[in-house]
């Protein structure tokens, strides 16, 4: 009996190896896998202090983004602030990244490098690993760059897209020539997809392309359409379009123009069966209704020289006009008609269309930009110029809206 335990006792320590060799297992297959970026990065919530930077990355994994003047020094001259993707006092792991920027300077270019590192373990309460830290290579990449929004700033300029519903290839040809339009910033007028089961159709509609054409370098502010109401994904949008007030209805400033983007919600009563009794949208605009009012009664609203207005399907103006649009002429026109606005630019109906004053029970202009064209702007204190530009960059419509005198149509 002896003899057999002592046959016996080196299997103790064997088996304490075995088991030190599963738990490294996992790490050890995993041990060259490291995050690169998958899609973006794409700028949203900027404003004149302060902007975030979205982007996903090849497989989970925890982040940072490092900050410096576009000063004319060379990024490595010392070390750079470190923004670290914060939720609830924890760093978050997962393949999509918000890192929100504080503490800059009005109109003032900044510099950012992201990093990641990749999970290797989860072990749980025991034990997490990460890999190496990866960041943007300096040496071999242009650096990213962005500018804050800037009140002072004498014009502003953007472009707005709209309804192209996932269609990639045309949305390719619409921004082919953006980097040549000295933006400020780029809007996306809802309906960018026909319904999102899942997040990848965001990515592969037009975010991809976005962030290798301008997402990294000029913001971007998004409303949703009708149509990002819909599909089993649809709730994860805000994840990807995060914004200054934690809705989908919001305000800024560049240049002498207040912004106000609203939510235009769905176009059918949210009775519909084709909502599966899920969709509560006439309820949001009564809570977007309440929340106009009080942003058309602030200072900030009254002291820009110029107002603004973008949401996706424009207000009803005729008897056979759905439901949503309906509901918009209702709760939305009696404030914004009152409020001194200067153009409302809206998307849906796939045409292009351009209501004068009084056109549709408005005290303002209201340009519809069609679903395969792109609007071009620059705003400045005396009026507004706006130009319909197609897939082929042939400008097909242009207005120039006075402040103080009537339209010039072209």
């Not at 619409?174 to 400020?184: F, K, S, Y």
């Not at 009152?338 to 009084?358: E, P």
Request: proline share 5%; charged share 20%.
């Amino acid at each position: 009996m002896k003899q057999t335990m002592k046959q016996h006792l080196p299997l103790k320590p064997a088996l304490v190896l075995l088991a030190g060799f599963l738990y490294v297992a996992p790490l050890a297959a995993q041990e060259f896998v490291s995050a690169r970026i998958a899609c973006g990065p794409w700028i949203q919530a900027a404003g004149e202090t302060e902007f975030t930077v979205v982007w996903k990355t090849t497989t989970d994994a925890v982040v940072w983004v490092e900050v410096a003047p576009d000063d004319g020094s060379h990024f490595y001259a010392c070390e750079r602030p470190k923004y670290y993707e914060s939720v609830y006092g924890r760093r978050p792991v997962g393949d999509l990244h918000t890192v929100r920027i504080t503490g800059l300077a009005p109109g003032t270019a900044y510099r950012y490098r992201l990093y990641q590192q990749a999970l290797l373990l989860n072990a749980g309460n025991r034990r997490m690993v990460f890999g190496e830290a990866f960041g943007n290579d300096l040496l071999q990449q242009r650096h990213y760059t962005v500018t804050t929004l800037d009140a002072a700033r004498p014009e502003c300029r953007f472009s707005m897209l709209n309804d192209i519903h996932g269609d990639d290839s045309l949305f390719r040809k619409l921004t082919a020539d953006v980097g040549a339009l000295n933006n400020h910033f780029m809007i996306f007028n809802g309906d960018m997809l026909s319904q999102i089961e899942s997040t990848q159709q965001i990515v592969d509609g037009y975010l991809k392309t976005a962030g290798q054409r301008f997402a990294p370098f000029l913001p971007l502010f998004a409303v949703r359409g009708n149509h990002e109401h819909r599909g089993a994904a649809s709730y994860d949008y805000m994840r990807y379009f995060p914004t200054a007030t934690g809705q989908p209805y919001y305000t800024f400033r560049h240049g002498p123009a207040f912004f106000i983007a609203l939510d235009c919600g769905e176009d059918k009563p949210d009775s519909d069966i084709r909502y599966y009794g899920l969709a509560l949208t006439d309820r949001l605009r009564e809570e977007q209704a309440d929340w106009l009012r009080k942003v058309v009664a602030s200072d900030a609203f009254k002291e820009a020289p110029v107002k603004i207005v973008i949401l996706h399907m424009p207000p009803a103006w005729k008897a056979n006009h759905w439901h949503g649009m309906r509901e918009i002429a209702r709760l939305f026109m009696p404030i914004l008609n009152d409020a001194g606005i200067d153009l409302m630019l809206c998307g849906h109906l796939h045409r292009y269309l351009f209501l004068d004053k009084g056109d549709a029970n408005n005290r303002f202009p209201i340009l519809v930009n069609a679903n395969r064209t792109r609007l071009d702007a620059v705003v400045d204190p005396q009026e507004i110029r706006l130009s319909v530009v197609d897939a082929d960059g042939k400008t097909l419509h242009t207005h120039r809206l006075s402040r103080t005198a009537k339209y010039l149509a072209h």
